[in-house]
């Protein structure tokens, strides 16, 4: 059996949802899976990785290494070098596309983007054409392979492990490299529930018609309690909410309890971010568009007047 | 300024795979949206800062047609890399064929799509900017260049950062960062007046070798298919059916 790692990304002691679901994989296709953490935090990880399954964590206590995927790529690759893991795994978040793309160039080792589970060393799996079809990819030549795992693809499941060995190390890395600097950082989601956890998710899509009626939706969310709003690519790229709220193929995957969707075609990149939902709604003028086919419950109508209708309904039953 | 946009040439519509279990390509390709907003990015820095625009792409012979729309839209030049070894090309060969054709020429700044509407691997083009010793802004939302330096809005899980970077260095465009214009008649015109290089991997210097394929596919099974509901007309009836189904998930 294989050498597997990690690359974790966490916040305070704990490691994020994405570095368990890869800790859950890594453990079933390796005989040892180590976790990489870059900054001064990541020594806090022993206990909460090694409850995943991981036996040795290395900690890249350098902090001027967390802000640069120059650098990270630079000490992973010379890392990857003395102790040959035979895949090294990735969040496939902002920050772990850049550190994986630039690995590759340095190990020139070849990489799967996207995928959404992974066999063994030398193949991961995922889903293509929209989700309709599921692949099985052979990772072939050199290692390390780099495979850069969607989150919420995979499950995540404790293993009751101890806390992991922790490896100090501190990286040389090339003098000069140049980075971008981040100046300000924005939060543009709002109160309530995030995407990733909340049991209701209501979504809208180009069908909503303006920015406004999105408040029709938070109106719903707050009624239902525990909901949060996102939305289609359209509807985002139109403005009238932030990226952050992107639900689909180049957005947030979300497996919420109840998926609410209105104005929303059912196009294949949404379907992939949404379509692991336990129960699918759908409200749409369209009795033809493929979400409304693929809902447990479609709703042919309006959604200016079935939203509101809804809201008040919910409410009317929680007051009674 | 000098910029170097990727753009890629992909199946547009509903993708399909064929019997090699390659995308189907050839039926109904043309330039990739999502590098549209990257041209259109190159096209209103040069118009107001000089320099000129060169857009490469990687494909068989016919996507000279994606080129042929980025000149029409007011790009400079165009580079097409084209060689029979590059069939099924994955991520790294193709960041190797890329940075080894933005090398050709000077350039400030190298632009690319966060990801690719048929592959979308998304990390080409930090693979590129490692290779090209660039530093990179990826998932840019808006970006502007004053005094050698980037400022961009950069997406973030929660938000956006703002980020500045040195000249010269990659950024990645997410979609509807500009507004891509059409090209016009004019414009049309006069990219056939433009010049288009048509390179093989021997005027970049490659060989086959270092682009052998590293993955392959071992199987294809289509995914599990969700049975479809009940669709019912709006009314009152309707509504009181979705509260129920809250109720019945217990989310209300
Ligand atoms: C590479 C790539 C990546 C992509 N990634 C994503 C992604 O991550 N997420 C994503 O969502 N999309 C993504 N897309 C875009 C996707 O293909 C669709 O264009 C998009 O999902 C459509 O959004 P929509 O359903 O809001 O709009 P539309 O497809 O325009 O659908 C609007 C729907 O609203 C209905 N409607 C209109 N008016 C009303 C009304 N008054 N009441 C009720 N219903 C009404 C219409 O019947 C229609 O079905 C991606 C595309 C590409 C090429
Ligand atoms: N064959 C290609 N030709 C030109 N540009 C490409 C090619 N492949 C990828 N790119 C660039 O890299 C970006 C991301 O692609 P990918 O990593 O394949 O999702 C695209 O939006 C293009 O800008």
Redesign the pocket.
Known sequence: MATVWVVAEFEGSEASGATLELLTAARQIAESVSVVAFGSGGEGLAAAVGSYGATRLVAIGDDTIVGSPRAQAAALAALAKSHGPDAILFPASYEGRDVAGRLQALTGTTLMGNAMGVISADAARTEILGGTQMVDVALEGPTPHIVLVKPRSIEAASSEGGAADVERVVPELPAGLRDATVVARHEETHAGPSLDTAQVVISG???L?GPEAFAMLDDLASAIGGAAVGA????VDAGWVPYAY??????KTVTPEVYLAA???G?L??IV?MKKSKRIVA????PE?PLMKMADLGVIG???TVVPALTEEIRRRAGS | MDVVVFAKWVPLGTPELGEDRRLVRGRDDGLDA?DEFGIELALQLTERDGGEVTVVTMGPEGAAAAIQRALAMGAHRGVLVTDDALAGADALATARVLAAAARRQPFDLVIGGV?S?DG?TGTVPSTVAELLDLPSVTFARRVDVADGEIRAERQTAVGYDEVTCALPALVTLTAGATEPRYPSVKGIMQAKSKPLDRLGLADLGLAAGDLAPSQSVRAVEPAPEKPGGEIVEAGEDAIARIADLLAEAKVI
Do not use: C
Not at chain 1, 232 to 235: D, G, L, S, V, Y
Not at chain 1, 283 to 286: A, E, P, Q, S, W
């Open positions: 899509g180009r069908g018609g289609t690519r359209a509807a992107q639900i689909g193929q180049t957005g104005g929303v075609s196009a990149q949404h971010g409200i749409n003028k369209d568009a309006d959604v200016a | 999502a990801e509407s979308y």
